[in-house]
């Protein structure tokens, strides 16, 4: 079973029940708070922290950075998050590797960063078998019944008359609903190649950069820590996707070629060896195709820390859970191939950052 033992999907009150329960039954290794900004709906966004001193005050420690649910649709990418979470509370104090860990570094999870899309995607996707419907993830497809499949956040299209229920997908021209890509909506490479500046568009990359409150919440938990490495779970493809998600003979501002990241060499290896444990597909983000504004171009061009986006099962955006589990642990078809051992050499990296060019960690 899984760490926290469910068996089904969480909807946004589960995700905020368990983070209550992992603080309530666990203090001084958990801790939950509210990122700086509510959603536009006026959400709150949680995160849990552990460490085997959660209280202590800053210290400039290592910091492993876990998130889900950018995009809303993305249902397992959540599910996997949370149960890192509950993954290495249980195994405190029991597994010498897990607790060694959480005495060298702090772990940030925040499961569902799309909260507002995420409800919309959940609430009006349960009961809908729409499986193999949106195979191409960013594709064109024109209706799919109700909101299972809402990728963006909820911000309103800019300049034009709000329309009822206007985050709904059928609500705008092409079905992708009104909103912001949050994973275009990034400082790093902002307004480039990938991304989509036409607000009906399915990669819309927002009127600016970090423009939605959703990405102000990730950049200012990174800014104010030593995030040395972090995770950001969508599905699917069973990729591990490194920086950056533009080509290295791409052309920046200044005519020059932007190159591959200074830490190529580490974050290949790295994602190669996370890749062996998972059974996935090891490569750079640019070779699925181009993006810009995504989470890890921006956090590792600011800060150094390693970033990586896992794509999450081979097919589906929400598969039936059995699976979900199967591939958190390792088990079953998955056999020897799960998320698990993968973010557990993603947080060692983390820990123990002497590899990377640069250290600090600062945005
Ligand atoms: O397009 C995306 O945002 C990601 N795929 S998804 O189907 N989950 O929407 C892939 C992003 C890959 N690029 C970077 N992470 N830079
Ligand atoms: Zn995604």
């Not at 499986?131 to 799919?144: F, H, N, Y």
């Not at 299209?157 to 021209?173: I, M, V």
């Not at 890509?181 to 989509?196: C, E, I, T, V």
């Not at 607000?199 to 959703?214: D, I, K, M």
């Amino acid at each position: 079973p899984l760490p926290s033992g469910r068996d089904g999907y969480r909807g946004f009150a589960d995700y905020n029940a368990d983070m209550d329960r992992l603080a309530e039954q666990h203090p001084g290794l958990v801790r939950k708070f509210a990122l700086p900004h509510k959603s536009l709906e006026g959400k709150p966004v949680y995160a849990v922290e552990i460490a085997h001193d959660v209280d202590a005050p800053e210290d400039g420690r290592p910091v492993f950075l876990m998130m889900g649910l950018h995009h809303a649709r993305e249902w397992p990418s959540g599910e996997h998050a949370i149960e890192f979470a509950f993954d290495l509370v249980r195994n405190y104090g029991r597994d010498d590797r897990i607790t060694s860990l959480l005495k060298k570094a702090r772990v940030l999870v925040v499961p569902v960063v799309n909260v507002d899309g995420f409800e919309k995607s959940f609430n009006d996707g349960q009961l809908v078998d729409l499986r193999g419907i949106d195979e191409g993830g960013t594709g064109s497809v024109l209706a799919t019944p109700g909101n299972a499949y809402k990728r963006k956040n909820c911000r309103m299209a800019d300049g034009l008359a709000p329309l009822a229920n206007e985050c709904a997908l059928a609500s705008s021209p092409g079905g992708f609903g009104a909103g912001v890509d949050l994973n275009r909506n990034y400082g790093g490479f902002w307004g480039g190649p990938g991304a989509a500046a036409e607000p009906v568009q399915a990669t819309y990359r927002g009127a600016g950069p970090f423009s939605e409150p959703e990405t102000q919440n990730i950049r200012e938990l990174i800014s104010g820590r030593q995030v040395t490495g972090l995770i950001t779970n969508h599905t699917f493809s069973n990729l591990v996707l490194r920086p950056n998600g533009v080509a290295p003979d791409t052309t920046g501002p200044d005519g020059l070629s932007l190159g591959d990241p200074p830490d190529e060499a580490a974050m290949k290896e790295l994602g190669d060896r996370m890749a062996a444990q998972n059974g996935y597909t090891s490569q750079h983000s640019w070779q699925l195709y181009d993006t810009t504004g995504t989470t890890e171009d921006w956090s590792y061009n600011a800060t150094g820390g390693y970033g990586y986006t896992f794509e999450i099962g081979p097919d589906e955006f929400h598969p039936p859970f059995p699976e979900v589990v199967d591939e958190y642990l390792g088990a079953g078809e998955y056999a020897g191939k799960g998320n698990r051992e993968a973010f557990l050499l993603a947080l060692e990296n983390a820990v123990d950052p002497a590899a990377h060019s640069v250290i600090t960690g600062k945005a």
